[in-house]
């Protein structure tokens, strides 16, 4: 009995950590592409405040996305 639920535990945090990685790569990807289109936003002319007012973010933050932070 003790060693169905361990291989089940075992099969669980796989499967999480699997879950785990495979949404982190999803979201490192999208924070590449935000950070990429904050650029060529700049480079259209936007300034840090125009981005933050298009996306709602704050304009700290828009300059901590475009720095890599």
Same mark, same amino acid.
């Given at each position: 009995?003790?060693?169905?639920?361990?291989q089940?535990? $075992?099969? @669980?945090?796989? $499967?999480?950590?699997?879950?785990? @990685?495979? /949404?982190q #790569?999803?979201?490192?990807?999208?924070?590449? #592409?935000?950070?990429?289109?904050? @650029?060529?936003?700049?480079?259209?002319?936007?300034? /840090?405040?125009?981005? !933050?007012e298009?996306?709602?973010?704050?304009?700290? $933050?828009? !300059?901590?996305?475009? $720095?890599?932070?």
């Amino acid at each position: 009995m003790a060693g169905d639920a361990e291989q089940k535990a $075992r099969v @669980e945090v796989r $499967r999480a950590q699997a879950d785990f @990685e495979r /949404v982190q #790569s999803q979201r490192d990807k999208a924070s590449a #592409s935000r950070r990429k289109s904050f @650029e060529r936003a700049q480079t259209a002319g936007l300034t /840090v405040r125009d981005i !933050a007012e298009e996306t709602g973010l704050g304009f700290g $933050r828009v !300059a901590e996305i475009l $720095r890599g932070e």
